[in-house]
């Protein structure tokens, strides 16, 4: 069983950044893989960004590629994802999620989620 835990979420200005933090409780954090996800009113779930267990592999949704870095702690049991230039259109609750080897941009192969943090970029 994991637990996970999400925190950071705010109002921002276009253009500012926010770093979101995904604490998670389990003896088991290391063997997973980790997602941040997205959802925006009235629209589907998507992916934002993956790491592999170690962080050694990492994995970005096109429009996320060069402003958003995701970096995890074993030792902490943390997962981050640090948002820089962000935009209006990153408005939307953001999820941390736990899954097996693999899951990377899949939402149905993830097992664990968070309750979600609110982000909020104003223009």
């Known amino acids: 069983q994991v637990q996970l835990v999400e925190s950071g979420g705010g109002l921002v200005q276009a253009g500012g950044s926010l770093r979101l933090s995904c604490a998670a409780s389990?003896?088991?954090?290391?063997?997973?893989?980790m997602g941040w996800f997205r959802q925006a009113p009235g629209k589907e779930r998507e992916f934002v960004a993956g790491?592999?267990?170690?962080?050694?592999?990492?994995y970005y949704e096109d429009s996320v590629k060069g402003r958003f870095t995701i970096s995890r702690d074993n030792a902490k049991n943390t997962v981050d994802l640090q948002m820089n230039s962000l935009k209006p259109e990153d408005t939307a609750v953001y999820y941390c999620?736990?899954?097996?080897?693999?899951?990377?941009?899949?939402?149905?192969?993830?097992?664990?989620w968070g309750q979600g943090t609110q982000v909020t970029v104003s223009s």
């Open positions: 389990g003896r088991t954090f290391r063997s997973y893989n």
């Open positions: 999620a736990a899954g097996p080897y693999g899951s990377w941009s899949r939402a149905d192969l993830y097992t664990y």
């Open positions: 790491s592999s267990w170690n962080g050694g592999s990492t």
